[in-house]
């Protein structure tokens, strides 16, 4: 669970946000239908609830996330906190796109 949890945290960013800006629409893509991330060779699915809430890996791990703009901003207890990730714009269910930091790259599917 931990090492599932890690990798979804390395294909992050890190910066504190709250809702400022209404989501981009790949973000708004991203929430309603889910995403597959692929990382180091692991596929996991996270659901994103309107809440702010999500879930992932199959229940491996949970958080809450924030939008602001292009950015999608993930905490998850005790692992990571506030990591922000700015997405892509114009992107749909199904499309792929690679987000890659310095600690490395993973893969994003929009199911």
Known sequence: ??????????????????????PSD????VIEKGVTLSVQGM????DYKPDG??????GQFEGTYTVDGPKLCITIPGMVDNQCTDYPDGKKSGDSFELAND?????VTIR
Do not use: C
């Open 1 to 22: 669970m931990r090492l599932l949890a890690l990798a979804f945290a390395a294909g992050m960013l890190a910066a504190p946000a709250f809702a400022a800006a209404p």
């Open 103 to 107: 600690q490395g790259s993973v893969m």
């Open 53 to 58: 809430t999500f879930i992932g890996g199959g």
């Open 26 to 29: 790949t973000l708004k893509a």
């Open 43 to 46: 596929d996991f699915d996270i």
